[in-house]
């Protein structure tokens, strides 16, 4: 879908040269000669179809020039068109069964089917021409395109706005219909954030739908990318991620998965350096619950997460993405990159980052852990947004936190949160959703494994602690400190807003019913919203564990036979329990083994166990 504001549309842009295969390169900027392809506005064959964004073109040195030690060249492109899905090698697969089925459907007589003309009313104000003077057009994207505008009458008089233009013409299946009326209704419904854009309203006419939304007349953040020769300093850099991950927390909070984000869909709203950034384009956006999974491949290449490609994601496909625009704005070139989309696609599923080259060497520690926990592959091991926000307010903080853990476990950087951005202060951290899915998730556990989180929380280190403070105090707990089931409905509430009824977020509550006949003490929160698979990414994690063991053996370590775990885990009796649970339990005295406390952190279910097998 076309950007709210921009620039007017230019030609073609150069495509990459100088990768000799598919696979993946080092995230190194793209240093051939582009000095020939100036001379043409033809697209160079080694990517027809897709730009890369952003793409960072080095300027031709002067004859003879030896370029200097580890600096950074000053880099620039042209603006690219917005891409195809990724998944069209996948979309070519899906045309040849369907030809095939065709064939087949044509060589049995059949009676023709009647075609159903698409219904392409929305209900929409037909005002438009009324209500509004049209300006030039200032953008052009994959769906439509954008002009200015100013409101005529109304309370709005005056008023410059941006006009996204969307033709129905493009609206050849149910599907896009359903997705221009889903974006109408999330950006309607989201509006107010400080960092997303502001919508209006909405028109139609027998041709275009009309979404009037905030005119941002300072550009796109790619373009203060370009301006700064593709890098910014570690200070810049944090100011615009804590924007992007402010507003992208809200929209998870409310069941809203953006699913392209890139510089290109951040926009300033004023070319002022201290501009504020709005979010833009929810073209492709989803409603997703905590507990499910999407499966489509939508997005833009460089810029979507492995599990995309997996087809089985959820909201942690944002938090890549936004981990990819924090890699590019600390060093200028992409961590993934190829001449083609399957050779990108490649690199995503495989390869690592590099933080070897320059800038990375001479930059901060916790810089480089922050981008490294967004980029981790895992998605459940992968930092939420929330949680790489939660550590913005000010460190001195920490002080009035009463802390619980023992001796031997060191300290570490955080698990839930990150000191990185910990300097960036006047940030309300949002109520983080993915505290609801742990909360189910414990609930349900077993009581073996209720008693070996609880053991866990007992090892968490001061910043884990402190992330965990605030999402305990942003359910608003009695003046006892216990939370109930109410306090988590009430929460939401105070943070809702109609897309969350649309994601069917409070449905999700039904899974936590059993808080309405008692109550949560801190200290079993810490407990239930523990995130073990982010714990167990870290390189101390082993120590971490052992150590709750020990507390595990004094205080819910007893010896239990084979049958009573197998019944704690939900095993059948069809199910060779002394193969699958042999290891799990100590022979000498019958208690649970080092390795099934493990196990059993993880919350491994019966279904689990036997797919292992």
């Not at 009035?400 to 853990?405: G, V």
Request: with cysteine.
């Amino acid at each position: 879908m076309g950007a709210c504001a921009s620039k007017p549309p230019k030609p073609n842009p150069y495509a990459p040269r100088g990768v000799a295969d598919d696979h993946a390169a080092p995230p190194t900027p793209l240093k051939d000669d582009v000095s020939s392809e100036k001379k043409s506005n033809s697209v160079s064959s080694f990517f027809p179809f897709y730009t890369p964004s952003p793409a960072f073109f080095l300027k031709k040195s002067p004859a003879g020039a030896t370029p200097k030690g580890n600096s950074t060249p000053l880099r620039f492109m042209r603006r690219p068109f917005p891409p195809p899905s990724p998944a069209k090698h996948i979309r070519a697969v899906l045309r040849r069964r369907q030809s095939k089925k065709t064939a087949a459907a044509a060589a049995i007589p059949e009676e023709e089917e009647e075609v159903v003309e698409l219904d392409k009313r929305f209900g929409f104000s037909k005002e438009l021409r009324s209500k509004l003077e049209m300006g030039d057009e200032v953008g052009r994207g994959h769906f439509g395109y954008t002009c200015s505008a100013k409101y005529k009458k109304g309370e709005f008089k005056d008023q410059q706005v941006a006009v996204k233009v969307i033709p129905k013409s493009k609206m050849t299946t149910a599907i896009a219909i359903e997705d221009v009326r889903r974006e109408v209704k999330i950006l309607q419904a989201l509006t107010g954030h400080n960092n997303l854009v502001k919508f209006y309203e909405a028109f139609e006419d027998t041709d275009n739908v009309y979404v009037v939304m905030e005119l941002c007349e300072g550009g796109e953040l790619l373009d203060r990318i370009l301006a700064r020769g593709g890098k910014y300093s570690e200070e810049d850099a944090k100011v615009v991620l804590v924007q992007i991950l402010n507003v992208v927390a809200f929209c998870h909070l409310q069941g809203v998965v953006h699913r392209d984000l890139k510089p290109e869909n951040f926009l300033y709203t004023t070319k002022d350096e201290s501009s504020q950034l709005k979010a833009i384009d929810f073209g492709l956006s989803d409603f997703v619950r905590p507990d499910e999974r999407l499966n489509d491949i939508v997005g833009s290449a460089y810029y979507v997460a492995p599990e995309v490609l997996h087809r089985s994601y959820g909201t942690e496909a944002d938090v890549w993405s936004i981990g990819v625009i924090a890699y590019i704005l600390l060093c200028g070139s992409r961590p993934f990159w190829a001449r083609t989309e399957s050779g990108i696609f490649r690199a995503v599923l495989k390869a690592d980052p590099s933080f070897d080259d320059g800038p990375w060497p001479s930059l901060s520690l916790e810089a480089k852990d922050f981008v490294k926990r967004l980029l981790n592959k895992d998605p459940r091991r992968r930092m939420t947004a929330a949680q790489a926000l939660s550590e913005c307010l000010n460190f001195s903080n920490l002080i009035k936190l009463t802390i619980i853990t023992i001796p031997k476990v060191p300290m570490v950087f955080c698990f839930t949160g990150h000191p990185w951005i910990r300097s960036y202060n006047n940030v309300k951290v949002p109520l983080d959703i993915s505290i609801l899915k742990l909360m189910k998730a414990y609930m349900r556990s077993s009581f073996l494994r209720k008693v070996a989180l609880k053991a866990l929380s007992k090892t968490l280190t001061i910043d884990e602690l402190f992330y965990l403070k605030q999402q305990f105090a942003l359910l608003e707990p009695n003046k006892n400190g216990y939370i109930s089931l109410e306090n988590i409905k009430m929460a939401l509430m105070r943070n809702a807003t109609d897309t969350m009824n649309d994601s069917r977020i409070p449905d999700f509550l039904a899974s936590l019913n059993a808080l309405q006949y008692r109550k949560m003490e801190f200290e079993e929160f810490c407990a239930a919203a523990l995130n073990v698979h982010q714990l167990e990414a870290h390189d101390n994690w082993e120590q971490h564990a052992r150590c709750a063991y020990e507390l595990f053996e004094k205080d819910g370590n007893r010896a239990i036979i084979i049958n009573e775990l197998a019944s704690e885990l939900g095993l059948g009796p069809s199910i060779p329990l002394h193969t699958v649970l042999n290891d799990w339990i100590r022979h000498t005295d019958g208690k649970l083994s080092f390795l099934g406390f493990v196990k059993l952190l993880h919350g491994v279910s019966g279904r689990t166990i036997v797919k292992a097998q």
